[in-house]
């Protein structure tokens, strides 16, 4: 497709149960980011790919989380024994090089931890 | 103190008004972009700037790196306009978000 594709749009999980988020970056574009926007809350960054670069973790709140991306395209974010506070809208962009180029967002998945 | 500061957090105008939303950061950058985010939820990047001044439509985004500071502008606002306008900086790397300027333009 042509621009940044999310699954799925929307998850609602039990707490306690373990979900997978999946990001079809552009083709091409060698940069893919996630992050989170948590209710009334501004976006708050996960993980960092960069071409076959060590990702840059450091926003990952805590070891329930970790992302893969394979092949340098598409991403999987895996939250573990998801808890309430993990519900938000999870956001992936991704941009041909890094944020000196431009981005592209995905619309998102909304995930509901219940 | 956030690294990235923007004002006003909300603006209500009449449809017609010249808008201006303000931002400042405190950290060296490479670039800053300016983002909008409709009620549904999805992200646009408008511009991404590094010097100067770009202008696409009835938008206008200046920046002023030595003052640490840029603007985004509306020209003859419109209610679909209504959305958060979010500046964000690159220092390297990652991208530092501010906390989003929620507009709404009223007919």
């Known amino acids: 497709g042509a621009g940044v594709s999310q699954s799925p749009s929307n998850k609602v999980t039990e707490k306690g149960k373990d979900v997978e988020l999946r990001c079809d970056p552009i083709?091409?574009?060698?940069?893919l980011y996630w992050y989170r926007q948590s209710l009334g809350q501004g976006l708050e960054f996960l993980i960092y790919?960069?071409?076959?670069?060590?990702?840059?973790k450091s926003g990952l709140p805590s070891d329930r989380f970790s992302a893969e991306r394979t092949g340098g395209s598409v991403s999987t974010l895996t939250i573990q024994r998801t808890q309430q506070e993990d519900s938000a809208v999870y956001l992936c962009?991704?941009?041909?090089?890094?944020?000196?180029?431009?981005?592209?967002f995905g619309q998102g998945t909304r995930l509901t931890v219940v | 103190k956030n690294e990235v500061e923007q004002s006003p957090q909300n603006l209500t105008a009449q449809e017609g008004e010249f808008i201006t939303i303000n931002c400042s950061y405190s950290?060296?950058?490479?670039?800053l972009h300016w983002l909008q985010q409709h009620p549904g939820g999805g992200i646009v990047s408008l511009f991404m700037?590094?010097?100067g001044k770009k202008k696409h439509g009835r938008l206008i985004a200046t920046i002023n790196i030595q003052e640490k500071h840029s603007s985004l502008h509306i020209t003859a606002s419109h209610p679909r306009d209504s959305a958060v306008y979010i500046c964000?900086?690159?220092?390297?790397?990652?991208?530092?978000f501010g906390k989003g300027t929620k507009l709404s333009v009223k007919p």
């Open positions: 964000a900086v690159n220092p390297a790397g990652n991208l530092i």
């Open positions: 083709s091409g574009h060698t940069a």
């Open positions: 700037l590094s010097s």
């Open positions: 962009a991704s941009s041909l090089v890094d944020w000196g180029t431009e981005a592209f």
């Open positions: 950290v060296g950058i490479s670039a």
């Open positions: 790919f960069q071409g076959n670069s060590a990702p840059d």
